[in-house]
């Protein structure tokens, strides 16, 4: 019994998984304890009960993995001076503030309580805005990335066009839905009609540039 509790705790992933659940029970009964005497039994508890079923979910899905992996990813912008990481900030920044802005509009323009048929137009039409800004402000982070790493295409380039593309289409769409004083048919068409024309002459155009101006590594591989 002394040997195998020793082999257990000589092997880190064992040790780990083992005694950390182990270690969280344990202090469950001196933390109430404490927690009794300063008035806060149930809180306590709640948070210990949280913190342990957040680490049984994170072992069971294998989350850890992700988690070591992104953090390893930032570590490596951090010290690679990616401009991706500055751009993925500000871009996670503005989603924020289209979930705001976007419940604001529903709000707005719909009520306190609106059906989910009136709701989702009115959160998309204050949302998207934010949202495309957060896909540009991204997109120009990877194009920057990938031409100072010596791999830039001119394809890149689209990115930032229909992610403009999209959100052109769905403003319009949802202007459309809600019903507002100038978003009539003529001006659903329109918007889908530059939605559509953004995204093909984004493609042909950057098609052609990549014909007639090939980049280093493919003159290489033609040559």
């Not at 009115?122 to 010596?150: H, N």
């Amino acid at each position: 019994m002394y040997y195998t509790f020793k082999q257990v705790l000589a092997d880190p992933e064992t040790r780990g998984t083992i005694l950390i659940p182990l270690g969280i029970l344990l202090l469950i009964y001196p933390i109430s304890i404490a927690a009794e005497i300063v008035g806060l039994p149930g809180s306590t508890l709640g948070v210990i009960s949280a913190l342990l079923g957040l680490y049984v979910l994170f072992r069971g899905l294998g989350l850890e993995d992700t988690i070591d992996e992104t953090l390893e990813r930032i570590r490596v912008g951090l010290f690679s001076g990616r401009v991706q990481l500055i751009t993925y900030v500000v871009a996670a920044a503005l989603i924020i503030v289209a979930g705001i802005d976007g419940v604001e509009t529903v709000e707005t323009l719909v009520g306190i309580d609106p059906e989910p048929v009136q709701a989702v137009p009115a959160f998309v039409y204050g949302a998207v805005q934010w949202v495309a800004a957060a896909g540009v402000v991204a997109a120009f982070g990877r194009i920057t990335d990938e031409f100072l790493a010596g791999d830039f295409r001119w394809r890149y380039l689209n990115a930032p066009f229909y992610v403009t593309a999209i959100a052109v289409v769905l403003h319009g769409l949802s202007a459309f839905f809600l019903a507002l004083p100038f978003a009539g048919l003529s001006y659903l068409a329109v918007t889908l009609t530059t939605g559509t024309f953004i995204g093909l002459a984004s493609t042909l155009a950057f098609a052609v540039a990549e014909q007639r101006y090939p980049q280093n590594r493919d003159r290489e591989l033609t040559g």
